[in-house]
Structure formats: structure tokens, C-alpha cells
């Protein structure tokens, strides 16, 4: 069972060596389910622009932590699995924010290839996006005071402040709180009731929940 691993993500979703996936929940997850359905996992790295079309060409079986509104194209659809949230991380000196409104006009570190409905319907054309390729980056970009703002995933942010707690960053925003689902490819040679079934067992038995909580 193939599952792509999109470079943009960074721990606790994903750690990449030498441009392998060799870490994280979603590898963790992928090996869960392609286990379950007796199995091997494979994963092929691929930027995030190239997600959607490499499972509509059938190069690859899934990707997990994605969204129907994310990827352009036909999928089937498994049913949500791992909880999460946007949220808004500012540097120790940048002023507090109480609401999304307030970034109107502010360079707000972004990812490529990421849609964001919440801050795009709130701030309309005066959603000033600074995309990077990955969190890490933006992170990086918010330590050195390129940028006041970036936004981050709830669970990204959580995993950071556990393993860095001295950065001086904080959480002023959480919006738009989604369950990410797995998209699976129309082409693929996994049955859709088969790859149900094994994410059905996982939840059943708690399986999923134990590997989440490696990484909260």
C-alpha cells in the first residue's frame, strides 16, 4: 500500500531523511493501515503541488491529513480520523491578536500549496500571505523576526512548545478545527471497501487513538 508523504509537513506529522519519510504520525498511521489490511507500507515523498496529481495518475494508493477541499480532483474518501485546528502563532513581542481580523494587511507566514477558508473568507484580498515551503520554515522565519505571524497547525504547535519550550512563541488564535481524513486513489489496486475496513478496525480498537497520543 502506497502512501504519499508531502514534503511541506514537519514533525509531528512527518521527519524526512535524505528525502524518505523515516518518521512521525502519518508513517506511524500509514504502516497501522496498511498492516491491518495485511499489507506492507511504502511511501513516496512528493512536494505538495504534486500530491493530488500523483494519486488521480494512480502512482500512489493514498495520502492521509488531507481534506476533500485540499486536493483537486476525484478520491475516495475515508471516513475523519485525526482532529486538529489552525491557530495563529506570534512571537513574544508582536502585539496580541483577539481576533482573525486583525491580520488584515499583516504578513502572515503560510505554507505553498495550503488553502486556508477560514483566513481567506475573514481577510479577503487583505490576506497577505508569506509562503514557505514548510512550517519548519515559517518557525524559522518567526525565531529570526522576519515576520510578527504564521500560521500553524494546533497539533504542530503543541509537539514544538513540548520539545522547544523556550522558544518564546505563543498561540494567540485557534480557528477552523477539522478532522483530516485519508484521500484514496480511484486508480488504485486497493479496494476502497478494504482500506475501509482496516481503518475501521483501528478505530474500533483504538488502535488510531494510540498512535495520536505518541504524539501529543
Given at each position: 500500500?502506497?502512501?504519499?508523504?508531502?514534503?511541506?509537513h514537519?514533525?509531528?506529522?512527518?521527519s524526512?531523511?535524505?528525502?524518505?519519510?523515516?518518521?512521525?504520525?502519518?508513517?506511524?498511521?500509514?504502516?497501522?493501515?496498511?498492516?491491518?489490511?495485511?499489507?506492507?507500507?511504502?511511501?513516496?515523498?512528493?512536494?505538495?503541488?504534486?500530491?493530488?496529481?500523483?494519486?488521480?495518475?494512480?502512482?500512489?494508493?493514498?495520502?492521509?491529513?488531507?481534506?476533500?477541499?485540499?486536493?483537486?480532483?476525484?478520491?475516495?474518501w475515508?471516513?475523519?480520523?485525526?482532529?486538529?485546528a489552525?491557530?495563529?502563532?506570534?512571537?513574544a513581542?508582536?502585539?496580541?491578536?483577539?481576533?482573525?481580523?486583525?491580520?488584515?494587511?499583516?504578513?502572515?507566514?503560510?505554507?505553498?500549496?495550503?488553502?486556508?477558508?477560514?483566513?481567506?473568507?475573514?481577510?479577503?484580498?487583505?490576506?497577505?500571505?508569506?509562503?514557505?515551503?514548510?512550517?519548519?520554515?515559517?518557525?524559522?522565519?518567526?525565531?529570526?523576526?522576519?515576520?510578527?505571524?504564521?500560521?500553524?497547525?494546533?497539533?504542530t504547535?503543541?509537539?514544538?512548545?513540548?520539545?522547544?519550550?523556550?522558544?518564546?512563541?505563543?498561540?494567540?488564535?485557534?480557528?477552523?478545527?477539522?478532522?483530516?481524513?485519508?484521500?484514496?486513489?480511484?486508480?488504485?489496486?486497493?479496494?476502497?471497501?478494504?482500506?475501509?475496513?482496516?481503518?475501521?478496525?483501528?478505530?474500533?480498537?483504538?488502535?488510531?487513538?494510540?498512535?495520536?497520543?505518541?504524539?501529543?
Amino acid at each position: 500500500m502506497v502512501f504519499v508523504a508531502a514534503t511541506n509537513h514537519t514533525m509531528p506529522l512527518a521527519s524526512f531523511a535524505d528525502g524518505k519519510l523515516s518518521g512521525g504520525l502519518l508513517k506511524e498511521l500509514g504502516e497501522a493501515i496498511a498492516q491491518r489490511a495485511g499489507r506492507q507500507a511504502r511511501f513516496v515523498s512528493v512536494p505538495p503541488r504534486r500530491v493530488a496529481s500523483t494519486l488521480a495518475e494512480g502512482s500512489a494508493d493514498a495520502v492521509c491529513y488531507v481534506l476533500p477541499e485540499w486536493l483537486d480532483g476525484n478520491f475516495n474518501w475515508s471516513v475523519p480520523l485525526i482532529p486538529d485546528a489552525g491557530v495563529v502563532v506570534a512571537r513574544a513581542d508582536a502585539a496580541l491578536l483577539k481576533q482573525l481580523s486583525q491580520l488584515a494587511d499583516r504578513p502572515l507566514g503560510t505554507v505553498a500549496g495550503y488553502h486556508y477558508a477560514a483566513l481567506s473568507t475573514t481577510l479577503g484580498p487583505r490576506f497577505r500571505r508569506d509562503d514557505a515551503p514548510s512550517m519548519e520554515h515559517n518557525i524559522r522565519k518567526l525565531l529570526l523576526g522576519r515576520m510578527q505571524y504564521a500560521v500553524l497547525e494546533k497539533t504542530t504547535f503543541a509537539y514544538l512548545q513540548r520539545k522547544q519550550p523556550g522558544l518564546g512563541l505563543r498561540a494567540d488564535l485557534e480557528f477552523d478545527p477539522f478532522k483530516a481524513q485519508c484521500a484514496f486513489s480511484l486508480r488504485s489496486h486497493i479496494d476502497i471497501a478494504e482500506a475501509d475496513r482496516a481503518i475501521a478496525s483501528l478505530l474500533q480498537d483504538g488502535s488510531i487513538e494510540r498512535v495520536l497520543s505518541h504524539y501529543r
